[in-house]
T-cell receptor, first 111, second 111 residues
């Protein structure tokens, strides 16, 4: 199994630009999570889906952030417009029965 | 708001020494997980504990869930340089797979 796949691995963009992060969960897993990790705030849950349906988005910082899961094998996290304070590593994780498997992350730098 | 405080925040020890990392909260969790994260990678699940007082062993690592399910500890015997990394605990409340992550303990084992 290839594990959770995230793309891109690195993204550098300018303030105001739209950023789209992508995630392919492990086949057969029914829950998907988006996290953000920074030195100051640690690992924070942004949103999670169960069977492609958003269950809890209380961690999404503001309306500039949106996430979709159109099918069981793909999810996106979009930031529009991006701001320097959005710079962080964004992780996607999928789970079946509670054991989370994390992707390698996308390191985002907003200038 | 559920918070998971880990201590110590940083730990640097010599190879062969023993150490204990703590994860504390005022909230009760139905399950608690421990992860290890290496630079540039996502967290990797080490163990899940679900019963108060439960002890699990993974080679040189011993995990314990507090009797009241509010705290946990990770003990490493005869630490090796390969144990170096960021150790994270994460707790979930009953009926949810939404895990809240702790503040992390950054461990460095010197050869």
């Amino acid at each position: 199994d290839a594990g959770v796949i995230q793309s891109p691995r690195h993204e550098v963009t300018e303030m105001g630009q739209e950023v789209t992060l992508r995630c392919k969960p492990i086949s057969g897993h029914n829950s998907l999570f988006w996290y953000r990790q920074t030195m100051m705030r640690g690992l924070e849950l942004l949103i999670y889906f169960n069977n492609n349906v958003p269950i809890d988005d209380s961690g999404m910082p503001e309306d500039r952030f949106s996430a979709k899961m159109p099918n069981a094998s793909f999810s996106t996290l979009k930031i529009q417009p991006s701001e320097p304070r959005d710079s962080a590593v964004y992780f996607c994780a999928s789970t079946l029965g509670g054991n989370q498997y994390f992707g390698p992350g996308t390191r985002l730098l907003v200038l | 708001t559920q918070l998971l405080e880990q201590s110590p925040q940083f730990l640097s020890i010599q190879e062969g020494e023993n150490l204990t990392v703590y994860c504390n909260s005022s909230s009760v969790f139905s399950s608690l997980q421990w992860y290890r994260q290496e630079p540039g990678e996502g967290p990797v699940l080490l163990v899940t504990v679900v019963t108060g007082g439960e002890v699990k062993k993974l080679k040189r690592l011993t995990f314990q869930f507090g009797d009241a399910r509010k705290d946990s500890s990770l003990h490493i015997t005869a630490a090796q340089p390969g144990d170096t990394g960021l150790y994270l605990c994460a707790g979930a409340s009953s009926g949810t797979y939404k895990y809240i992550f702790g503040t992390g303990t950054r461990l460095k084992v010197l050869a």
